[in-house]
C-alpha cells in the first residue's frame, strides 16, 4: 500500500525550513528519501532503519518512527537547490526483496 | 560509491520495435535490481526484481511477455520492451543493491514511441 506525503506541495523563501512526512498502514522496515529534479531521475538522499534512527547530511536530516509507521524528513535554512519533488520509499517489514513502495511526491520549491 | 549507470538516457523507436535499456553496476555487486517506470506527473511505480541468475518476479498488471528482463551477471540487468506501443512511453529507472543494502538509481531512460 502507497505511503502518504504531506503536504502534496509546499513553497518556501530561501532559508526557510520545510517538513515532509511519510507515513504507512504498514509496519516498516526501512524508509528511504529521495529528490527528484524535472526530467530528471530521483537522487538518492538517505535511508532509515527500523530502531527509530535519525540520519542527516549538510542541512538536511530525517528521522523514523517505527511505531507510528512514519518518516518525517527535515529541511533546514533551504536553499534553491532543494528544489524539487520530494519522494519517500517505504519497505515493509514482513519483506526481505528491497521492495519499495514510493509515495506519490511532495513538490518543493524555493524562492528567492 | 554505490554507482549505478543506466542507458541510453533517451529513445525514440517506432511502435512495433522493441527497445533494450540497460542497467550497470560499477563499482558494486548488484545481487538485485529493480526496475521502475514512471508516467509524467506520477510517482514511482515498481515493475520487476531480479535476483542475479533468477527470473524477474514482477509486480501485478506488468506483462512479463512485453518487459523482458534479464540479470545475468552481478553487475548488468536489461529490461527489453517488447513491441512497444504509444503507451508504452515512459521514464524507466533501474535501481541496484547489494548485500549490504547499499545501492542507488540509474539516471532513467526516457522512452518515446511513435
Known amino acids: 500500500q502507497q505511503p502518504v506525503q504531506s503536504p502534496q506541495a509546499v513553497i518556501l523563501r530561501e532559508g526557510e525550513d520545510a517538513v515532509i512526512n511519510c507515513s504507512s498502514s504498514k509496519a516498516l522496515y526501512s524508509v528511504h528519501w529521495y529528490r527528484q529534479k524535472h526530467g530528471e531521475a530521483p537522487v538518492f538522499l538517505m535511508i532509515l532503519l527500523k530502531g527509530g534512527e535519525q540520519k542527516g547530511h549538510d542541512k538536511i536530516s530525517a528521522s523514523f518512527n517505527e511505531k507510528k509507521q512514519q518518516s518525517s524528513l527535515y529541511l533546514t535554512a533551504s536553499q534553491l537547490s532543494y528544489s524539487g519533488t520530494y519522494f519517500c520509499g517505504t519497505e515493509d517489514s514482513g519483506g526481505s526483496n528491497y521492495k519499495l513502495t514510493f509515495g506519490k511526491g511532495t513538490l518543493l520549491t524555493v524562492n528567492p | 560509491g554505490a554507482v549505478v549507470s543506466q542507458h541510453p538516457s533517451r529513445v525514440i523507436c517506432k511502435s512495433g520495435t522493441s527497445v533494450k535499456i540497460e542497467c550497470r553496476s560499477l563499482d558494486f555487486q548488484a545481487t538485485t535490481m529493480f526496475w521502475y517506470r514512471q508516467f509524467p506527473k506520477q510517482s514511482l511505480m515498481l515493475m520487476a526484481t531480479?535476483?542475479?541468475?533468477?527470473?524477474?518476479?514482477?509486480e501485478q498488471g506488468v506483462e512479463k511477455d512485453k518487459f523482458l528482463i534479464n540479470h545475468a551477471s552481478l553487475t548488468l540487468s536489461t529490461l527489453t520492451v517488447t513491441s512497444a506501443h504509444p503507451e508504452d512511453s515512459s521514464f524507466y529507472i533501474c535501481s541496484a543493491r547489494d548485500w549490504g543494502g547499499q545501492g542507488g538509481f540509474g539516471s532513467g531512460t526516457r522512452l518515446t514511441v511513435v
Open positions: 531480479s535476483n542475479e541468475g533468477s527470473k524477474a518476479t514482477y
